[in-house]
Every structure is written in structure tokens, then in C-alpha cells.
């Protein structure tokens, strides 16, 4: 070893592993971070060895860029899959999940209206398969159900995210759609206040309002198709409501980073935290990993090199993220792969 200054993590009162531990028994996990710093291992880890403890665990990942199988050296694909016992993993399409939506949709939209309207709502909703957001909104209602399972047909659902940009647009679209919902259920109360006022002053009730489409000038029951509107937009807004109180809820839901020390991983990281602070839900704990620890034994002009560079991103972690408990994962000489590598790492994560 040369004379170069390895950061010494161990002595810092902040640099705990046994925080992790705390974190898998929570019953849902997000780990996060910028692509490529290691949190699809990082997850894959936590949840492998929170199903040698015990805890019945679902790994997803929301990632379009899957490499769960990969490391499991199994295919998963877009259906439950068990990898081990207490252990399943599931890779989520975001297309398959759009396309299923919408044809979703189409049903519901189909049950209000006249056949000869049945062409029509096909190629508009077609045509909302490929508009902004319908990919992410669709991936939310997977992600909604996936948590209502938590503490209910698994003990542990951890979240292997995609990077930042589409974490952060994940978790704020709750807030959002439940928004739009409750603007929708306003719409529809003032549109039935207003056929109720025609109907004292003589004329009927009529079908064709900007959600039945209707054709025919039919009167309608009290409450049927409304109530039908109303129950669908009440059900949706239900299951967004719910996942956005997991996620506030700290004895529910953690989110864990993932990060390198590199410029780019910190300056990431740190919009993360703190955008994910604007709407109440804060990050529980850093991992920083592939490390060059006092463990790596290696020296020589280049590694010198990248041990003081490293130093000083290690110092610029320690003062911008100086309330946040955190761990490290040192870098290790070979890829992750297999449930023995992965035991390795979570071991390393989990250690107190």
C-alpha cells in the first residue's frame, strides 16, 4: 500500500449497516438511484437475504432496462416468479402494462355506450396508448396493486426502480391523478346537479354528457350509469390514495439510495433527495458502492489516483448528505451474480 489516505467509513457515527437491517422489515422498499451504480444488485441482495430470514419477498423490478434475470441467472419476465423459497421476482413491461390498460379502459368506456360507438372508442383510445405519460400512469396502477400486497400476501415487496428522473415522476403521480380524479368526480356531481335542476324545470334526464357518449336521447335511472362513473373514478382514486399514504407512512415504506462516489452519482442523488422532499417522502438511507475500501489491498500510480479522487467525493457525501444514516459496499473483483454472490453482498449490506 502507498502512503494515499483510504477514507475511514467505520468511525463515522453516521456509517452504520445495521440501519439497513431495519429497513427490510418494513413491508415495502424502494431502491433508487441513477442508472448503472449498482441498485438492481443492491435490491436483489436485500431481498435475497430477507428471504433466507423468513420474510416471504417480492422482487419487481420497474425498470425497462431488466436485469433482474440476469443476475439471478433465471428468466422472470412479466408474471410472479419464484426463485427460491420465500423468494419471487417480477420484471414489469411498462408497454404490456399500457397496452393492458387501455384495452382495460375500452371495456369499462364500452359498458356505457351504444355499440355503434364501440369503433370510435377503440381508435381513440389507440391512439392514447402513445400519449405522454399513458406508459408511466399505467406502470402506477401495476406499482399501486403490487404495494396493496405488502403485509398481505408477501411480508416484504421491494421496488428495484428505474433511474431517478422516472422514480421521482412515479412517486408524485399519485398526488396527481388523485387530482385528477377528484376534479373528474366534481365534474360528474355538477353535471348531475344541473340535469336534476332541467328536470324540475321540465325537461328529462339525457344520456350523451362528455362520459356516457351516448347516442339516443333515453332517460336513465337514478344513479346508473353515473353511479357507475362515479364508482370507477372512486375505486381509482382509492388505490392511488392509498399507495401515497404507504409512501408517507415511515413504518410502511423506505426508500433506499444507491450511489457511487463520483460527481455525476452525487449530483444525481442529491436532486433526488431533493425533490423527493418536495412531496413528504424522504430518502431512509444511502448504500454507496463499489468502493475501493482499506480492504482492496491493490496500489500503484492509478489506483493512488482513483483512491484521492475517491476520498474527496467520500468527504463530499459525508457533508451534503450529513443527516442520513449510510453504508458501503466495496468494490468487488468479480460481477454479482447468483444467489451465493448475493448472499455475499447483502451480508455486507446487512452486517450490524
Known sequence: ?????????????????????????????????????????????????????????????????????????????????????????????????????????????????????????????????????????????????????????????????????????????PEVMSAWTDGLLKRRRQSDRFSAMLGHLGGARRSGDDLSQLDTAEDYKTGSVEERVNALLTARRRKFTAAREYLLDNSVSAFLLVLNADRLSILESQKVATTLSRFDISVSALVINRVLTSTISASGEFIDARRSQENQYLKQIDDIFCGLPRTIVPLQPHDVHGLEALRSIGAQLLKT
Open 1 to 173: 500500500m502507498s502512503g494515499t489516505l483510504v477514507w475511514d467509513w467505520s468511525t463515522h457515527p453516521l456509517t452504520t449497516s445495521g440501519v439497513v437491517n431495519s429497513l427490510i422489515e418494513r413491508r415495502i422498499l424502494f431502491v433508487g438511484g441513477k442508472g448503472g451504480v449498482g441498485k438492481t444488485t443492491t435490491a436483489a441482495a436485500l431481498a435475497t437475504v430477507a428471504a433466507e430470514r423468513g420474510r416471504s419477498c417480492l422482487l419487481v423490478s420497474t425498470d425497462p432496462a431488466h436485469s433482474l434475470g440476469d443476475i439471478f441467472g433465471q428468466e422472470i419476465g412479466d408474471h410472479e416468479t419464484q426463485l427460491a423459497p420465500d423468494l419471487t421476482a417480477l420484471e414489469i413491461d411498462p408497454d404490456h402494462e399500457a397496452t393492458s390498460h387501455i384495452e382495460t379502459v375500452k371495456q369499462q368506456m364500452k359498458s356505457f355506450v351504444h355499440p355503434r360507438l364501440y369503433t370510435e372508442i377503440d381508435r381513440q383510445l389507440n391512439l392514447a396508448t402513445h400519449a405522454p405519460g399513458a406508459t408511466e400512469a399505467a406502470l402506477l396502477e401495476r406499482v399501486a396493486e403490487l404495494m396493496a400486497t405488502a403485509g398481505v400476501r408477501y411480508d416484504l415487496v421491494i421496488f428495484d426502480t428505474a433511474p431517478s428522473g422516472h422514480t421521482v415522476r412515479l412517486l408524485s403521480l
